[in-house]
């Protein structure tokens, strides 16, 4: 059985803290300031937190004109939300699911196409939307219907590229769906010459854009297109490699505004509580994602546990009615809905795989194999993680397994677990660990599996400065303001904030905003 705890602390021994001195005055000052702001708020006012600023620029003053006219086209007709619906990540997640129809009569908003090019691959307040394994090579292009843009994370804009009518490239012999807007995912080859891993990067942005787009009631589908069409339609260069192709626009019904989904039970077992909402934003999450293996030796709960296997490879909690019959899609999409991953997961209690269809796990080992799976992959920093996420492939006659799209699978699965421990506070890490994929086998309890393919390992643990809610380096004002926010509340209400839960006791009151206090003004160590 997984070992958890449920009272959690910040732990800094050994790591390069600022002294902590006594605060007494700055703490009750402190205290009266949010007891003050939480009677205001229970009086009937509302504080809400902005998000990013959503507005694409051009870097480039010859695409000007193609702006204008791209956002002229959706003045009139358009009647959808622009901004992002303002509920938890996981409910988000939830809703993921491909679509391949849409309203070819209304544009998509450049306020829009904004907010899922940040999401896919941008910049945040903790570095990146997604982690990167090396230097972030994929780049993203934009076509609408006057032009095909380049997209530049670092200022959040977008330079013409070539102008004219791109989107119905990729169509001879590819898979290919019409749309006001079409993005086509590539692959830098001199920065990640290894084409599969690059195609496990490009699966970290390809889920942002499926879960941005669905906040934003937009759709899309990852598509596998005639890529030399691609490639010689806009002239890229020879070290660039397309690899998809993803439509964006407005749903037809019975899809529009996701209509078609009903809430239904949420997945639970004997093993793994029933998963609850973090009341994280997915552009909060977004803006939480970074790699970090400092995490403080308090093990991961059941419930915390729950939650990352579940975005990992779980089902959704609504019911596709539109469906026949009707079904429950999965956090991740999979290339012709095949699903050949395995999840397994590693603490100090033993090796388990999980069961996405009951929402549970069984057990392969029950002893600590940290260690020996750290080792195994080549990852030796691992070996203390608290909880060691391991994924693999079952391979059979479709040739597609353990190719490419199998590495996509392998990013899609990483990225949903950095946004559900972005969640509920925790801090993740992802590596290779395909290497010697005996000796990983061997290390999970699976030796003489032979169709078994270990592919990568990811680790979560709890923060050394758990108080850090926006991880922006330092327990401010904006981390107790998020505290305050969430005070009072459970983990089914409407306001619950699992990274403010800071004694994972399931409620937020008067303890957490004290443990939150003493931390106030620490800075976490500088990374190198």
Not at 7 to 26: M, Q
Not at 73 to 102: A, C, F, H, W
Not at 251 to 276: G, H
Request: hydrophobic residues 40%.
């Amino acid at each position: 059985m997984f070992i958890c705890s449920g009272f959690h602390t910040a732990t800094v021994s050994g790591k390069c803290w600022n002294t902590k001195k006594t605060r007494i005055l700055p703490l009750c000052i402190l205290l009266v300031f949010l007891l003050l702001f939480l009677t205001l708020s229970n009086q009937g006012f509302t504080v809400k937190i902005k998000g990013h600023d959503s507005q694409i620029v051009s870097d480039h003053n010859a695409s000007e004109n193609s702006f204008t006219q791209f956002e002229a086209g959706t003045s009139d007709k358009n009647v959808y939300k622009d901004s992002p619906k303002d509920m938890p990540v996981e409910t988000v997640i939830s809703r993921r699911m491909s679509l391949r129809q849409y309203d070819l009569n209304v544009a998509v908003p450049w306020e829009s196409v904004s907010k899922v090019l940040w999401a896919a691959y941008g910049y945040s307040w903790s570095g990146r939307t997604v982690p990167s394994l090396s230097a972030y090579p994929v780049i993203i292009y934009v076509c609408n219907e006057t032009a095909a843009y380049k997209f530049v994370p670092k200022n959040k804009s977008l330079t013409l590229f070539k102008a004219g009518d791109y989107r119905g490239l990729g169509l001879d012999g590819g898979w290919s769906y019409d749309a006001p807007t079409q993005l086509y995912i590539v692959l830098d080859m001199n920065t990640s010459p290894d084409i599969l891993w690059g195609n496990a990067e490009s699966g970290c942005a390809i889920q942002n854009i499926y879960l941005m787009a669905n906040a934003l009631d937009l759709g899309t589908v990852c598509t596998y297109p005639n890529r030399t069409d691609i490639h010689q339609g806009l002239g890229l260069p020879l070290n660039e490699n397309v690899l998809y192709k993803m439509p964006l626009g407005y749903p037809l019904p019975p899809y529009a505004s996701y209509e078609n989904l009903v809430p239904t039970f949420r997945p639970s077992s004997l093993e793994l509580p029933e998963i609850q909402d973090s009341n994280v934003s997915l552009e909060e999450a977004l803006d939480s994602v970074f790699s970090s293996d400092d995490w403080s030796n308090d093990p991961v709960t059941f419930q915390e546990l729950s939650q990352i296997l579940w975005a990992s490879y779980g089902y959704s909690y609504n019911e596709d009615t539109a469906a026949i019959p009707p079904t429950r899609h999965r956090t991740v999409p999979s290339a012709h809905g095949y699903y050949p991953m395995k999840v397994y997961a590693a603490d100090s209690s033993g090796v388990y795989e999980y069961l996405p269809e009951q929402h549970t796990l069984t057990a392969i080992v029950n002893e600590d194999r940290r260690l020996s799976i750290a080792q195994a992959s080549g990852n030796a920093w691992a070996s203390s993680a608290p909880l060691i996420i391991a994924v693999a492939y079952v391979e059979d006659s479709r040739p597609w397994i353990g190719g490419e799209e199998t590495y996509v699978e392998a990013g899609l699965i990483a990225q949903n677990v950095y946004l559900e421990s972005a969640g509920w506070g925790l801090i993740a890490d992802w590596s290779k660990a395909n290497t010697n994929e005996e000796a990983v086998k061997e290390a999970l309890g699976l030796t003489g599996q032979t169709q078994l393919h270990p592919v990568s390992i990811i680790t979560v643990g709890h923060p050394l400065l758990p108080a850090d809610l926006n991880r922006d380096g330092v327990v401010n004002i904006l981390d107790m303001f998020r505290i305050a926010l969430a005070f009072g509340s459970r983990p089914w209400e409407p306001r619950w904030n699992g990274m403010a839960d800071m004694n994972r006791d399931g409620v937020i009151n008067i303890i957490d905003i004290y443990l939150a206090a003493k931390d106030f003004g620490l800075r976490a160590p500088a990374t190198t």
